[in-house]
């Protein structure tokens, strides 16, 4: 068996359309038809999206050999992941590699700073997902967690006391709960920011210094890759 058709049978097992694998490549279902009836040939980086998103054992995609699946790769927590995504219970969202980025990009931003992608219950469009760096938001939202991200076009709706990703004019990228300043002086100005993790101080950041931000929706704690 090709691996033409090792692609159209994971696809089928999954109950995938053409379109969804696509979609986890990050190219167009007509790109990816070519790929499956062999006119193509699957790329480097086509390949490790579908090993990285999917599970799929690597020496069964290359090869033919072993079960279709691993048990380690898998950005999913389960089998039960897929099912839903495939049922479209739940949606793929990009997984953005901020460390090689350095700010949050544009949803429609160029392909090379995604690392894979990631299923979501309850994801939207235009959502976006990150790798958390760092133990400031421990235990709630540890290192290593993967967290889905949702842009906040008007911040007067912000929650106080939520996890919101705060991104900065100079790129930084700070992970923290916004809460009304405790100032009244700078209640409109500035914002308090409190980490979960008690060995952080609260710190104030003037909102104007702030070109972004998302609200965590969801949060995955044991994904591997």
Same mark, same amino acid.
Request: with cysteine.
């Given at each position: 068996?090709?691996?033409?058709?090792?692609?159209?049978?994971?696809?089928?097992?999954?109950?995938?359309?053409?379109?969804?694998?696509?979609?986890?490549?990050?190219?167009?279902?007509?790109?990816?038809?070519?790929?499956?009836?062999?006119?193509?040939?699957?790329? &480097?980086?086509?390949?490790?999206?579908?090993?990285?998103?999917?599970?799929?054992?690597?020496?069964?995609?290359?090869?033919?050999?072993?079960?279709?699946?691993?048990?380690?790769?898998?950005?999913?927590?389960?089998?039960?992941?897929?099912? %839903?995504?495939?049922?479209?219970? &739940?949606?793929?969202?990009?997984?953005?590699?901020?460390?090689?980025?350095?700010?949050?990009?544009?949803?429609?931003?160029?392909?090379?700073?995604?690392?894979?992608?990631?299923?979501?219950?309850?994801?939207?469009?235009?959502?976006?997902?990150?790798?958390?760096?760092?133990?400031?938001?421990?235990?709630?939202?540890?290192?290593?967690?993967?967290?889905?991200?949702?842009?906040?076009?008007?911040?007067?709706?912000?929650?106080?006391?939520?996890?919101?990703?705060?991104?900065?004019?100079?790129?930084?990228?700070?992970?923290?709960?916004?809460?009304?300043?405790?100032?009244?002086? %700078?209640?409109?100005?500035?914002?308090?920011?409190?980490?979960?993790?008690?060995?952080?101080?609260?710190?104030?950041?003037?909102?104007?210094?702030?070109?972004?931000?998302? &609200?965590? %929706?969801?949060?995955?704690?044991?994904?591997?890759?």
């Amino acid at each position: 068996m090709s691996i033409h058709a090792r692609l159209r049978l994971l696809r089928k097992t999954l109950g995938y359309t053409q379109e969804k694998m696509g979609v986890i490549c990050g190219i167009k279902k007509s790109a990816y038809s070519m790929i499956e009836n062999g006119y193509t040939q699957l790329s &480097a980086r086509n390949r490790q999206f579908l090993i990285d998103t999917l599970g799929i054992n690597m020496l069964w995609l290359d090869e033919g050999e072993g079960e279709m699946f691993g048990s380690e790769s898998s950005v999913y927590e389960n089998i039960d992941e897929r099912a %839903k995504y495939a049922r479209g219970e &739940a949606k793929i969202v990009p997984l953005y590699n901020f460390d090689t980025v350095g700010r949050l990009p544009d949803p429609d931003g160029k392909s090379e700073y995604i690392r894979g992608y990631v299923s979501f219950d309850g994801a939207e469009n235009d959502d976006v997902a990150a790798t958390v760096v760092g133990n400031g938001m421990s235990p709630s939202i540890p290192a290593g967690a993967v967290v889905l991200l949702r842009r906040v076009q008007d911040w007067n709706a912000i929650i106080y006391g939520k996890a919101y990703l705060i991104i900065l004019d100079d790129g930084r990228r700070l992970l923290r709960r916004i809460c009304r300043h405790t100032d009244t002086r %700078k209640s409109e100005s500035h914002f308090l920011l409190r980490a979960t993790n008690r060995a952080f101080e609260p710190g104030t950041l003037p909102i104007k210094m702030i070109s972004a931000i998302f &609200a965590v %929706k969801a949060v995955y704690r044991s994904m591997t890759f």
